[in-house]
Nanobody, 124 residues
Framework: QVQLVESGGGLVQAGGSLRLSCAASGRTFSSSVMGWFRQAPGKEREFVGTVGWSGGVTYYADSVKGRFTISRDNAKNTVYLQMNSLKPEDTAVYYC?????????????????WGQGTQVTVSS
């Protein structure tokens, strides 16, 4: 079992940067693929990207590719989402999640554990 807690959200101007963290507890963290999702008001939860269990592979949605970077530190049981060149359309609640499936897993229902989310607001 894995417990996840996100932090690092806030208000930022367009073009700015934020780094989100997701602290995990539980023995299976280091063997789990970790994903980031986001959900804007009135919209479905959207895939952002994943990082493989070792940190060696990543996979991103086209909407964030080249702007966002996911990494992990298994020694600290933490996964990160570095967000650069932020746009107002990136405004959402951001969630981290864990799965035992492939790093190309993009459907929320295929993730087993979720954090509570952290709000990111990008002003224009």
């Amino acid at each position: 079992q894995v417990q996840l807690v996100e932090s690092g959200g806030g208000l930022v101007q367009a073009g700015g940067s934020l780094r989100l963290s997701c602290a995990a507890s539980g023995r299976t963290f280091s063997s789990s693929v970790m994903g980031w999702f986001r959900q804007a008001p009135g919209k479905e939860r959207e895939f952002v990207g994943t990082v493989g269990w070792s940190g060696g592979v990543t996979y991103y949605a086209d909407s964030v590719k080249g702007r966002f970077t996911i990494s992990r530190d298994n020694a600290k049981n933490t996964v990160y989402l570095q967000m650069n060149s932020l746009k107002p359309e990136d405004t959402a609640v951001y969630y981290c999640a864990a799965t035992r499936k492939s790093f190309r897993t993009v459907l929320p229902q295929e993730y087993d554990y979720w954090g509570q989310g952290t709000q990111v607001t990008v002003s224009s």
